[in-house]
């Protein structure tokens, strides 16, 4: 019994710190396909052979080492080199009209079809 409820702690131990290792970390590969070449412009800086793609990388490598988070990271790029640097920018009120703007469009002209739809009738 001593022997089972041993196993069992020392399982539940293992996976536990496995578990909280795997959510702390941060992984490169997608922070570097999430940022943009600013030299290539269009190109991540994943896909990119560019000094300033490498440069890049060494400096997203040098703030995982100092622990930074993701969103961290993309802050500090935005920063640095704008919010053309983001693939994917975070919303504020400067790029507000660029995030609600698609929905306007969408649901004027849904209503503009609906009673263009409606007169025909």
């Known amino acids: 019994m001593k022997l ?5 702690i020392y399982i539940f131990i293992f996976f536990s710190k496995f578990t909280f290792a795997a959510e702390n970390t941060v992984d490169p590969n997608q922070i570097h396909k999430n ?9 991540s800086i994943s896909d990119s052979n560019s000094d300033f793609a490498q440069t890049i990388k060494l400096v997203v ?25 983001v693939f994917k920018p975070q919303f504020n009120i400067q790029n507000s009209l660029l995030w609600i703007l698609p929905y306007i469009v969408l649901i004027f002209g849904g209503f503009f079809i609906f ?4 007169k025909r009738q």
């Open 4 to 8: 089972n409820l041993l196993i069992f």
């Open 35 to 43: 940022l943009r070449c600013l030299v290539c412009q269009g190109q």
């Open 61 to 85: 490598k040098d703030l995982i080492d100092e622990g930074k988070t993701e969103e961290e990271i993309y802050s500090f790029m935005s920063d640095k080199y704008g919010d053309w640097i």
């Open 115 to 118: 009673s263009f739809l409606k």
